[in-house]
């Protein structure tokens, strides 16, 4: 998906020579017929290519992963969610970005 978000309509072997990690192209193809099945990406036919395109935004999608973690690992808890992504931004040293969420949470907590 973040092949088809960065770079748009890509075929199969598009997909295969960006990716860091090489996958065969029948695995590719299988991933993102998945995909079309499960509405994500949309299909369209150039010439004898088959170019995909993404159907969901990456915020939707990231919010989605975020309500799975929350809700299958975490028995709800957003306070613990919270807290990991924290600990592990400081571990990574993303400092900037916590100060800017201290900011959102403080904005958030005076408006009740």
């Known amino acids: 998906m973040n092949v088809l978000w960065e770079y748009g309509p890509q075929r199969v072997s598009d997909v295969q020579s960006r990716l860091a990690t090489p996958l065969a192209h029948t695995t590719i193809g299988a991933l993102l017929n998945t995909l079309e099945v499960k509405g994500c990406v949309r299909r369209t036919v150039d010439g004898k290519a088959h170019l995909f395109t ?17 809700y ?11 807290e990991l992504v924290v600990e592990e931004s400081t571990r990574d040293g993303h400092h900037q970005a916590l100060r800017r969420v201290r900011r959102m949470v403080d904005r958030r907590v005076v408006r009740g």
């Open 54 to 70: 993404a159907r969901v935004s990456h915020a939707v999608v990231a919010r989605a992963s975020i309500r799975y973690v929350k």
């Open 72 to 82: 299958r690992l975490l028995a709800g808890c957003a306070a613990t969610l919270f």
